[in-house]
């Protein structure tokens, strides 16, 4: 999966990173990389199902996915 990120300068002079592809997911770092580093972590995390949403039974079978 490709998401994009949008990387600016705030005004306290760290890089602020954002996907606008997924609403509320920001963070922000002391420089490019740092930023990046933690905007993948945002992402992953904001991904993450919440495990009581998973249920696998008999009637539920659990399938990943990957794009």
Known sequence: M?????LEKGEDGFI?????????????GETEEEAIRNIQEAITLYLEPNPEDII?????????MQK
């Not at 602020?16 to 922000?28: D, F, G, I, Y």
């Not at 696998?56 to 990943?64: A, F, R, T």
């Open 2 to 6: 490709k998401l994009k990120v949008i």
């Open 56 to 64: 696998e039974d008999e009637k539920h079978k659990l399938c990943e």
């Open 16 to 28: 602020v990173a954002h996907c606008p592809s997924l609403k509320s997911c920001w963070s922000q």
